[in-house]
């Protein structure tokens, strides 16, 4: 089992910018990807952006492409989303999650940390 701990959100301006790191603990070696999800109130569960562990091969979801940037450092056993030029629907609680093995969906997920946008 992998253990996640989110740190980084607050509250900043539109256009302004964040850091969400997700340290990672227990069997790190085993972790094929990390991700991160986000929900808002009301709202199902969203797809954020993803990174292979191994080899930092990444994906976004349509609505970040271009302004987050999902990032790992291997030797810390720890993962970044760095956003940037965040809007007002960006606002929502953003969890990182993380496969081990062969798992095919994520089985270990952070407690979440809360992102607020002010207009």
């Known amino acids: 089992q992998v253990q996640l701990v989110e740190s980084g959100g607050g509250l900043v301006q539109a256009g302004g910018s964040l850091r969400l790191s997700c340290a990672a603990s227990?069997?790190?070696?085993?972790?094929?990807?990390m991700g991160w999800v986000r929900q808002a109130p009301g709202k199902e569960r969203e797809f954020v952006a993803r990174?292979?562990?191994?080899?930092?091969?990444?994906y976004y979801a349509d609505s970040v492409k271009g302004r987050f940037t999902i990032s790992r450092d291997y030797a810390k056993n720890t993962g970044y989303l760095q956003m940037n030029s965040l809007k007002p629907e960006d606002p929502a609680v953003y969890y990182c999650?993380?496969?081990?093995?062969?798992?095919?969906?994520?089985?270990?997920w952070g407690q979440g940390t809360q992102v607020t946008v002010s207009s």
């Open positions: 227990g069997r790190t070696l085993s972790m094929s990807a």
């Open positions: 990174i292979a562990w191994n080899v930092a091969t990444t």
């Open positions: 999650a993380a496969r081990t093995g062969g798992q095919s969906s994520y089985g270990s």
